[in-house]
């Protein structure tokens, strides 16, 4: 009888997620954030830096 109650007990359970479901989001976002961090950052070197040492200085940095 135990094994009948234990069968019936894995049935009803939620199969497991896969692994590391959250952490793969996680990454993903933080991937994305700092696309757009770059992304910002080279709009404004484009705008500020105009002689080609400031553009150069500033890539360098970045």
Do not use: K, T
């Given at each position: ?53 400031e553009i150069r200085t ?5």
């Open positions: 009888m135990a094994d009948v109650e234990q069968a019936l007990v894995l049935a009803r359970a939620e199969p497991p997620g896969p692994p590391h479901r959250f952490g793969a989001a996680d990454e993903v976002r933080g991937a994305i954030g700092s696309g757009v961090d770059f992304e910002r950052r080279v709009a404004e070197i484009s705008q500020l830096c105009r002689q080609p040492a500033a890539f360098d940095a970045l």
